[in-house]
């Protein structure tokens, strides 16, 4: 079993910056994908960002060039750092536990075995 905790998330003007982490407890996830998404209310779970144990990374399209994810394996946790944020981008934000591979899977929320609650995130226009 793996714990996720997620911390940083808060309300924020447009153009704004927030720092998002989130902790893992329970074993270590140094060998796996973790990954970031959020979920407007009345929409889908949404792919933000992931992050291989290699170092590999991938984004949305919507987040590429403002968002950054970063991990620290000696501390078992992920970041996700969120430059000139916009009001579309409010929304919980939850990181979990990836596939052991990279590839298409990455991007499916279905392919993560591990949630964390959430850290909500809202920017004002």
């Known amino acids: 079993q793996v714990q996720l905790v997620e911390s940083g998330g808060g309300l924020v003007q447009a153009g704004g910056s927030l720092r998002l982490s989130c902790a893992a407890s329970g074993r270590t996830v140094s060998n796996y994908a973790m990954g970031w998404f959020r979920q407007a209310p009345g929409k889908e779970r949404e792919f933000v960002a992931a992050i291989r144990w290699s170092l590999n990374t991938a984004y949305a399209d919507s987040v590429k060039g403002r968002f950054t994810i970063s991990r620290d394996n000696a501390k078992n946790t992920v970041y996700l750092q969120m430059n000139s944020l916009k009001p579309e981008d409010t929304a919980p934000y939850y990181c979990?536990?990836?596939?052991?591979?990279?590839?298409?899977?990455?991007?499916?929320?279905?392919?993560?075995?591990?949630w964390g609650q959430g850290t909500q995130v809202t920017v004002s226009s």
């Open positions: 979990a536990v990836g596939p052991t591979t990279w590839g298409p899977r990455i991007f499916m929320p279905t392919e993560y075995d591990y």
